[in-house]
Nanobody, 124 residues
Framework: VQLQAFGGGVVQAGGSLRLSCAAS????????MAWFRQAPGKEREFITS????????YYSHPVKGRFTISRDNAKNTVSLQMGSLEPEDTAVYYC??????????????????WGKGTQVTVSS
């Protein structure tokens, strides 16, 4: 499975941004999808995951209530709508896929496929 994330950019604090990730080369609906991010000098961190059907999603505490993950299995895409952005959200954002892990147990070390990251910069 090949993943390509796009939609990053520079946004002012309090603003919104939407990231998308396009998948190819596999059965997209078979994979749990997730977004991670990595800020300079920090480890890659989980921020959200979504079940294969899209019916269940999970969020890390820092982004809960501000970010929303969604997927379109017909279009092989997963999206991340980010709102109320803060400078602390500045990071490289990655989409990832995993076949045999439940969405509530997703972690970086267990993902099967990664997309190249897209930079999000939130200015104060």
């Amino acid at each position: 499975v090949q993943l390509q994330a796009f939609g990053g950019g520079v946004v002012q604090a309090g603003g919104s941004l939407r990231l998308s990730c396009a998948a190819s080369g596999g059965t997209f609906g078979a994979y749990v999808m997730a977004w991670f991010r990595q800020a300079p000098g920090k480890e890659r961190e989980f921020i959200t995951s979504i079940s294969r059907s899209g019916g269940n999603s999970y969020y890390s505490h820092p982004v809960k209530g501000r970010f929303t993950i969604s997927r379109d299995n017909a279009k092989n895409t997963v999206s991340l709508q980010m709102g109320s952005l803060e400078p602390e959200d500045t990071a490289v954002y990655y989409c990832a896929a995993v076949l045999n892990v439940a969405p509530q147990w997703v972690q970086a070390a267990g993902m099967d496929y990664w997309g190249k990251g897209t930079q999000v910069t939130v200015s104060s």
